[in-house]
């Protein structure tokens, strides 16, 4: 977002005025104050000066800057001065307990591969820099959730941030994708998934919109600062309050290897244990490179609501978790695991591809 250039001459005007005012031991008088600060050396009068130190002087107490104003001479009380106290505006010392260290560790690892990487590395090496001891071994087992896999979360972050209108394509379930333009108002994570709100400005109305449904790329199309959000717009509530309950009215059967698949065990209806390769291959057309002979396999029944968050716990499996039935979520889980191939090799049709003869979800021979 660019900043407007009276805002930046007024940011720059009051950290300079900062900066005087803590570098003295005495106070200073406001005519040493004009003499120090140069942008109050472009000032017009002394009557121009004035307002603007005025103005400035509440602006630093707004802020929460300790400025203190005292005589100058004691001989001659009819002249004040100013500065700021350090030891009221410095910082304390900075402590943790050890289950603090330990939540910020876990903040950290939770950006590590997303799009706030860099923002989240360099807190810690502040943290560090402060005598943070970081102690990652009390998180052995523990791995966040919060995730922002999809390509339109960064695009979209911005575009919240500038206030910029932008347009994508948006792909409800069972139905073909359709382009929308929205005015992005907010990003929430909502039961593991990130949605962005906003005014559809197709619809004219109030929409909420989950980032894994976004099929193509996210295009600002608006200039920024071009709308103004709403003071009591709340992202999650409104999520909330529209996304519908996803009740498991039905049921997913899925290959497991065994010690694998705890999650799906726990909530299975029915488990069949099987080693059966040629039986398995030929109910199912799963690829025999995946069930191997010998290995120790269940077949789960499992009920879900929502397709996409059983396709995502699924292909977060790998090869350990086959999506037997019903067929689109087979699918989902196909597309899944094609487009993780596709970010790391150089296509999704290789022989070991995930849509390959002989990757975990491919057809086999």
């Given at each position: 977002m660019t900043v407007p250039p009276s805002a930046a001459v007024k940011t720059e005007r009051l950290l300079n005025l900062v900066i005087a005012l803590l570098s003295t031991r005495m106070p200073l008088s406001k005519a040493r104050i004009r003499t120090a600060v140069p942008q109050y050396q472009g000032t017009a009068s002394t009557e121009a000066f004035d307002r603007m130190f005025e103005r400035d002087k509440d602006e630093l107490r707004e802020l929460g800057i300790p400025l203190v104003t005292a005589v100058i001479d004691p001989l001659f009380d009819d002249e004040l001065g100013y500065r700021i106290d350090k030891r009221e505006y410095a910082l304390p010392e900075i402590h943790f307990e050890p289950d603090e260290v330990a939540a910020l560790s876990l903040a950290a690892r939770a950006w590590a591969r997303a799009s706030l990487a860099g923002p989240a590395a360099t807190a810690m090496r502040k943290l560090r820099s402060a005598g943070v001891e970081m102690d990652d071994s009390s998180l052995v087992g523990i791995e966040p959730v919060v995730r922002t896999t999809e390509d339109a979360f960064e695009p979209l972050r911005r575009a919240v941030f500038d206030?910029?209108?932008?347009?994508?394509?948006?792909?409800?379930?069972?139905?073909?994708?359709?382009?929308?333009?929205?005015?992005?108002?907010?990003?929430?994570?909502?039961?593991?998934r990130w949605y962005v709100t906003g005014h559809d400005l197709d619809r004219d109305d109030l929409r909420v919109f989950r980032l894994?449904?976004?099929d193509s790329g996210v295009t600002a199309t608006g200039l920024p600062g071009a709308y103004e959000v709403p003071d009591d717009h709340d992202p999650r509530t409104l999520v909330e309050?529209?996304?519908?309950?996803?009740?498991?009215d039905r049921t997913a059967t899925l290959l497991v290897r065994e010690g694998a698949g705890n999650t799906l065990r726990r909530r299975a209806t029915s488990s069949v244990e099987t080693t059966s390769v040629e039986t398995t291959v030929a109910e199912t057309t799963v690829a025999k490179t995946t069930v191997a002979d010998g290995d120790a396999w269940s077949r789960l029944t499992v009920p879900f609501g929502g397709l996409d968050r059983l396709a995502d716990e699924v292909s977060g499996f790998g090869p350990d978790v086959v999506a037997?039935?019903?067929?689109?979520?087979?699918?989902?889980?196909?597309?899944?695991?094609?487009?993780?191939?596709?970010?790391?090799?150089?296509?999704?049709?290789?022989?070991?591809?995930?849509d390959g003869p002989d990757g975990p979800q491919g057809e086999g021979p």
């Open positions: 206030r910029q209108e932008v347009t994508f394509g948006y792909r409800k379930p069972e139905e073909e994708s359709t382009l929308r333009r929205l005015q992005p108002w907010g990003l929430t994570q909502w039961h593991g894994g449904r976004i309050t529209t996304q519908p309950p996803e009740l498991p037997l039935e019903p067929d689109d979520l087979r699918h989902a889980v196909v597309r899944r695991l094609t487009g993780a191939r596709t970010r790391h090799t150089d296509g999704p049709d290789g022989p070991d591809g995930p």
